[in-house]
């Protein structure tokens, strides 16, 4: 049977013999009564990394940013973010539903960042008539920018306008540790002037679950608070935890190589002629398709056991991970390389 090569996402992957042990093996407690010594560790450590003073454990990016924009606004308020952000596009308006804000969009560049004076036009000051824009979120690397890795310089300056307007400053950094590789820089320095990070360990980190999000311990004790109104009080979560500390060890130090197999890819697709790929800075190939239709050549890439995501009418995306080796670029670039011919164009 052929092997297939999954890369509609760094989610995908599954957790290695290794992990499985270690989460078979961890203490545990209840996390709710906040005594479960794994996830305390593991908390500890993420605070570590993001440079943040205090963290908390969640279920999922989404819940995390959910939770980040219920603990930086109240509602009513409204919330600046990029239009093509992830909380804007794929988190079911839940900033709206349940966090009751409004956001306001601002454009985001191809790079992944925005334009700080446009934060300084939109930024509102609450009056008899308009609400108050009272954060500003931000995404490191931008999942729908092709993976792109924003500076430390772009971040620092856009939390900087932002704070000058009073702005909170909220960095959903699901994959902030492929920035940091990609950038030579820490993921503590790029999310510094960031009043808050979040940061997942089920995308690249190889974890089966989990996300964490730091800040400051009053402003993560407010988001505890959330998390548990939201249903994301977790009992045992010692076991997911154990995974996310067994990743932090060991996985973390891997996403360049994951980089270095996506620009492969993207030079091997750019080559065979269909299609347009980005430069992947990270572990994310956005390509367009340039010719025959998009669904046409996803259904040929399944039929040969290549699994990849629509990203737009006639955009694809591949994203490689931990579960993905050189060899299996190789093996899925000939594959492709087969089925031109029999696609039509
Ligand atoms: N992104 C998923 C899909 O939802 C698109 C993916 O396959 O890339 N922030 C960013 C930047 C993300 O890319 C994602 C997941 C999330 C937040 C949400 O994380 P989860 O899936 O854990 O809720």
Redesign the pocket.
């Known amino acids: 049977m052929t092997r297939v090569i999954d890369l509609?996402?760094?989610?995908v992957t599954r957790p290695s013999e290794g992990m499985r042990q270690a989460m078979a093996a961890a203490e545990v407690g209840d996390d709710v009564f906040g005594d479960d010594p794994t996830v305390i560790e593991l908390e500890r450590r993420a605070a570590g990394l993001s440079g943040k003073a205090a963290a908390l454990f969640l279920?999922?990016?989404?819940?995390?940013?959910l939770v980040a924009v219920m603990s930086h606004t109240r509602p009513g308020d409204e919330i600046l973010l990029g239009d093509q952000?992830?909380?804007f596009q794929?988190?079911l308006g839940g900033a709206a539903r349940l966090a009751g804000t409004m956001t306001g969009t601002l454009t985001n560049f191809d790079d992944g960042s925005l334009d700080p004076d446009q934060v300084l036009a939109a930024a509102r000051t609450e009056n008899l008539h308009s609400p108050g824009s009272t954060l500003l979120c931000l995404?490191n690397?931008?999942?729908r920018c092709g993976g792109a890795a924003v500076s430390k310089k772009a971040t620092d300056s856009l939390a900087e306008a932002a704070h000058s307007r009073g702005l909170s400053v909220h960095l959903?950094g699901?994959?902030i540790f492929n920035a940091a590789a990609a950038l030579g820089i820490s993921a503590a320095a790029l999310a510094e002037n960031c009043d808050s990070v979040?940061f997942?360990l089920?995308?690249g980190l190889g974890c089966p679950?989990g996300?964490v999000l730091c800040g400051s311990p009053e402003f993560i004790s407010i988001a505890r608070r959330n998390r548990k109104m939201l249903g994301g009080g977790m009992r045992q979560a010692g076991i997911l935890a154990a995974a996310g500390i067994y990743a932090i060890d060991r996985n973390l130090q891997r996403l360049a190589a994951d980089h270095e197999n996506a620009r492969l890819l993207a030079d091997g697709l750019r080559e065979l002629g269909p299609f347009r790929p980005n430069t992947p800075q990270t572990n994310?190939v956005v390509a367009d398709v340039v010719a025959g239709r998009l669904n046409d050549w996803l259904a040929a890439f399944e039929r040969e056991g290549i699994l990849a995501?629509a990203f737009g009418p006639q955009r694809m995306?591949l994203?490689t991970h931990l579960d993905v080796a050189r060899a299996d670029i190789d093996e899925a670039l000939s594959r492709i390389q087969r089925m031109i011919g029999a696609v039509p164009v």
């Open positions: 509609r996402s760094d989610t279920p999922s990016g989404t819940m995390a940013n952000s992830h909380i794929y988190e995404e690397t931008h999942n959903d699901a994959r979040s997942c089920s995308k679950v996300s994310i995501v995306r994203v």
